[in-house]
């Protein structure tokens, strides 16, 4: 993996995003390369909008479509709404498990957990981000999505029939509709068993939709939890207990297997297939020779839980949207 960083001249912010590519790839072998931008002409044959910009392999995973090259000053808006003039640790261990993961396709890498690299907290624009809360609430606390009642009652707050806002977050893929417009899932949650399931400290049973989404749970609820999956090629139980945000799996030897089978798509169908618990990185490679139509791989249990938290961590919080970059520093 080559890890591209590029500035303007003493940049304030420079010190702070090499500092956290560091830290997030923590030992893993990257070669990192620190480029300092002259000019405009410069930063649009680099790639650069806006310093610092991280490039992973030649690509910016942070890109803001619409952003035009410029050595202005970059700002970046972390799955969490925070703002701060450098990619977050979590936001690169995002980026990095992204290119690590491969790409089969012509465009993107494989991303779909989370959007392309959008996140899975939904704007604030038209009442989507109080609806998608709200059902997520719902789910947390009661293991079911509101009721068409509740729905009505949240979205009328922004002046709109609650079946239009359910339609939008769908089409975002937020969430999943049935045939009928019943809610089927709203990431992480499933409304329907699955393999995942996920026992929350107060009592509640919840169903995940994947093994990365049921390893986001404990830390969007900040609530203690214990996963229970199966290894889908021997049958063995697997089992994730999260304690004051510290997890234990069972057995150690545990792994999760990343992958989606096509580049486009909602991540219920091409990808929640492919993100599974597995005992070992054996039984993984068996699956993956057994569903030659995805593509992907096994990862470790601290890219997993990274992924996870990354993905999901912020669907609670509120956070409202900025620009990207802009100001010359």
Not at 120 to 133: D, E, I, K
Not at 255 to 284: E, H, K, M
């Amino acid at each position: 993996m080559r890890i591209t960083l590029l500035t303007v001249p003493d940049c304030p912010n420079a010190p702070l995003a090499r500092e956290r590519i560091d830290q997030a790839l923590d030992g893993q072998a990257a070669e990192v390369e620190l480029i300092e931008v002259a000019d405009e002409a410069q930063s649009a044959r680099l790639g650069m909008t806006g310093s610092p910009t991280v490039l992973v392999d030649g690509t910016d995973p942070f890109a803001v479509p619409g952003v035009a090259a410029s050595v202005s000053c970059r700002l970046y808006r972390g799955l969490d709404g925070r703002i701060e003039g450098a990619p977050s640790v979590a936001d690169l261990q995002r980026a990095f498990y992204v290119a690590e993961a491969g790409e089969d396709c012509d465009g993107p890498p494989m991303d779909a957990a989370g959007r392309g690299g959008r996140g899975r907290l939904a704007p604030v624009t038209g009442g989507l981000r109080a609806l998608q809360q709200a059902i997520l609430r719902s789910f947390a606390t009661t293991g079911h999505a509101l009721e068409p009642a509740d729905l009505e009652q949240v979205a009328s707050a922004s002046g709109r029939d609650f079946r239009e806002v359910l339609a939008d977050l769908a089409a975002e893929d937020f969430l999943t509709l049935d045939d009928q417009g019943h809610i089927q899932a709203a990431y992480p949650f499933s409304a329907s068993p699955t393999a995942h399931r996920v026992d929350l400290a107060h009592g509640t049973e919840v169903w995940a939709m994947c093994a990365i989404d049921a390893l986001g749970i404990p830390g969007m609820l900040g609530t203690d939890a214990v996963i229970t999956s199966a290894d889908p090629v021997t049958g063995e139980t697997i089992t994730v207990t999260s304690i004051g945000g510290h997890l234990t799996w069972q057995p150690s030897t545990a792994v999760v297997y990343a992958g989606q089978r096509s580049c486009t798509g909602p991540a219920a169908d091409i990808a929640c297939g492919a993100l599974n618990f597995f005992t070992g990185r054996r039984t993984a490679r068996t699956w993956a020779k057994q569903h030659p139509d995805f593509t992907g791989k096994a990862i470790d249990q601290t890219h997993a839980e990274v992924l996870g938290r990354s993905v999901f961590g912020s669907l609670l919080t509120e956070a409202e949207p900025v620009q990207a970059s802009g100001t010359r520093p």
